[in-house]
């Protein structure tokens, strides 16, 4: 049996929240609909560190300049 898989976008960030090792990051998707995505906190910030967080500066930093 073969599964799709989801996309989605968070498209407004609106809440954050930690708790008991589990990050919510709750807002809008892109129909307006209330949407709420759920990490392991653990396994979010061995994946996010300072080295991500300056990628992510850097390409945002790129997008705003097109504007």
Not at 6 to 18: D, S
Not at 26 to 36: I, P, Q, S, V
């Amino acid at each position: 049996m073969k599964t799709e898989e989801i996309h989605k976008r968070l498209h407004e960030l609106n809440t954050f929240q930690c708790v008991d090792n589990e990050l919510y990051m709750r807002g809008k998707d892109e129909m307006g609909n209330d949407f709420t995505i759920c990490f392991d906190a653990f396994n979010f910030l061995e994946w996010i560190d300072k080295e991500q967080i300056e990628y992510i500066k850097e390409q945002t930093i790129k997008y705003i300049q097109k504007k």
